[in-house]
């Protein structure tokens, strides 16, 4: 079946400007994920969604990024003001209710900020 | 809070040679353990957990872990690697409760020569 997917999977912009990174969830999987991996410091969560429940957010690591998530499905991850810091792979999982010990990752957006 | 070290940054090895990549975990809680695999240009796919039972834990491609609470280890071993084994490893807790989110290791690149 189909995995998770990601949009796009590249991305050049230039500092300052905003970016947004799509994430496409397994049908039926409830919770979403967004991760981070840069050379510097490897795989990092950002932020989690489950079903209806407040997202836990302590990962994002300011207040210029922020994501949603639209009808328990598509994700988005908004990062404004870009800084070549923010240059890295997000990667993107899911898991299906009651079986939250296995996360699906997606291919990953690979982020470039010049 | 937890946290996971990878003690080698980059393993080489031979084709059909034994391989063993370390992780250790600091966890005030108990945790549910994880190993992920990354090919080049891929995303993340599971190799193998640890959730609770047997400690020894096998995973797809012939890999299998221990898991070793009193050294809080959970180190990954194959008794015959081969070259389609070469890309990144990463090893990944998460508590059992409350936030889900997982916490990785900087990961490991196993290479394997002919």
């Known amino acids: 079946g189909a995995g998770v997917s990601q949009s796009p999977s590249n991305k050049v912009t230039e500092k300052g400007k905003d970016v947004e990174l799509r994430c496409d969830p397994i049908?039926?999987?409830?919770?979403l994920y967004w991760y981070r991996q840069s050379l510097g410091q490897g795989l990092e969560f950002l932020i989690y969604?489950?079903?209806?429940?407040?997202?836990?957010k302590s990962g994002l690591p300011s207040d210029r990024f922020s994501a949603e998530r639209t009808g328990g499905s598509v994700s988005t991850l908004t990062i404004q003001r870009t800084q070549q810091e923010d240059s890295a792979v997000y990667l993107c999982?899911?898991?299906?209710?009651?079986?939250?010990?296995?996360?699906?990752f997606g291919p990953g957006t690979r982020l470039t900020v010049l | 809070a937890q946290s996971v070290t990878q003690l080698d940054s980059q393993v080489p090895v031979f084709e059909e040679a034994p391989v063993e990549l370390r992780c250790n975990y600091s966890?005030?809680?108990?945790?549910?353990l994880f190993w992920y695999v990354q090919y080049p240009n891929q995303g993340l796919q599971l190799l193998l957990k640890?959730?609770?039972?047997?400690?020894l834990v096998k995973g797809i491609n012939g890999f299998e872990a221990e898991f070793n609470k009193s050294q809080t280890s959970f180190h990954l071993r194959k008794p015959s690697v081969h070259i389609s084994d070469t890309a990144e490893y990463f090893c990944?807790?998460?508590?059992?409760?409350?936030?889900?989110?997982?916490?990785f290791g900087k990961g490991t690149k196993l290479t394997v020569n002919p």
């Open positions: 999982a899911s898991t299906l209710a009651g079986r939250t010990d296995t996360q699906y």
């Open positions: 049908s039926g999987h409830t919770a």
């Open positions: 969604f489950q079903g209806n429940s407040a997202p836990d």
């Open positions: 966890s005030s809680v108990s945790v549910y």
């Open positions: 640890y959730l609770s039972g047997s400690t």
């Open positions: 990944a807790v998460r508590r059992t409760g409350g936030s889900e989110k997982l916490v």
